[in-house]
């Protein structure tokens, strides 16, 4: 009895040719350099941070509101809390994100449901120009425009020169293109069926928009605002310029803050020696920062799985 050859798989035939095998050695040596890369940041992190806790304890680092690291470690005039800059850190990205989300999911859903293809075509890719503006432009910016209107608006006694809230409306500014594009390709990948049903059902554009494509694709736009978030926090040339250098644990936005990468761009300007208490801060601040942003991404990551829908 004669039997059937097995059904020949095409992926294996494609995969068989020379080339193919080249293509797919090159696309892994460049994910093992992608891994290897952030193993390398992590290991110099670790190499740098553990001689730090040799010298500051646990409890001064995440215990104490005053952050002070400069000077003899004896001194009571040194401080190693770390609050502070995390405070002017989460301050500054929670005024961006006010700003940026409610502009840029309007100008995903406009891009998505109202614009026609050829505004589209011309819209968006000028939106994203936005995204390539250098920072330290953006920086100047809300130092020399936004923070005197500011002050000629609520007054110069109330607003200081350098401040919490001029950085965190420009940096809002910068991450508008980030949210809108990433949730525009989400809504767009919306079916065209769903869109239908609801006007069958009697909805309004606006409805529609709001009620079935937004709910459909809010896998995408939470991961779209959490990379803005994670782009926020590790902005460095904007708070560096506009927001000053002196760690504050206030919720007073109008006041001068320092975030984790202000600091960082400070120290490093400071011409730290190496070795030195100073230099190891750098990334003991920086570990701080990694955990952080390395958090945001994971929670990215399980709501895109959590609310993921197939088409």
């Known amino acids: ?30 994910a093992g350099v992608s891994v290897l890369t952030t193993f390398a940041i992590i290991v110099v992190l670790l190499v740098e941070t553990v001689p730090f806790f040799r010298d500051v304890s646990l409890k001064a680092f995440f215990g104490d509101t005053v952050w002070q690291p400069f000077g003899n470690l004896d001194s009571e005039q ?10 002017g850190t989460l301050m500054i990205t929670l005024i961006a994100l006010t700003v940026a989300v409610p502009l840029g999911l309007g100008a ?5 449901e ?34 005197p209107m500011l002050q000629s608006v609520l007054g110069a006694d ?8 001029s950085p965190g409306i420009v ?9 809108a594009s990433v949730s ?6 919306v079916p065209r069926a769903l869109r239908e049903a609801g006007y069958g059902l009697g909805a309004s554009r606006s409805e529609v928009a709001v009620k079935v494509v937004l709910p459909a694709a809010i896998s995408g736009v939470v991961a779209a605002i959490i990379l803005g978030m994670s782009r926020a926090i590790g902005e460095t040339m904007i708070v560096a310029i506009a927001s000053g ?51 945001l991404n994971m929670i990215a990551s399980r709501v895109v799985r959590r609310y993921r829908q197939a088409y």
């Open 171 to 179: 940096m809002g500014i910068m991450i508008v293109p980030t949210i």
């Open 1 to 30: 009895m004669a039997t059937s050859a097995p059904p020949l798989n095409p992926l294996a035939a494609r995969t068989s040719r020379p080339g193919e095998r080249l293509i797919i050695h090159v696309l892994r040596l460049f």
């Open 78 to 87: 040194f401080h190693v809390g770390v609050w502070p800059l995390v405070n």
């Open 108 to 112: 995903a859903v406009y891009l998505s």
């Open 114 to 147: 109202y614009a026609s293809p050829r505004v589209r075509s011309t819209l968006k890719p000028t939106l994203e120009v936005l995204a390539g503006i250098p920072t330290v432009v953006l920086g100047y910016f809300a130092l020399t425009l936004v923070t």
């Open 245 to 295: 250098a002196s760690p504050t644990m206030s919720l007073n936005p109008f006041v001068s803050m320092q975030t984790m990468t202000g600091y960082i761009a400070q120290a490093v300007g400071g011409e730290a020696p190496r070795d030195s208490f100073t230099y190891r801060s750098l990334f003991a601040v920086g570990s701080m920062l990694f955990v952080i942003t390395l958090g």
């Open 158 to 165: 109330r607003v200081e020169f350098f401040n919490a809230f």
């Open 184 to 189: 525009e390709d989400a809504m767009s990948a």
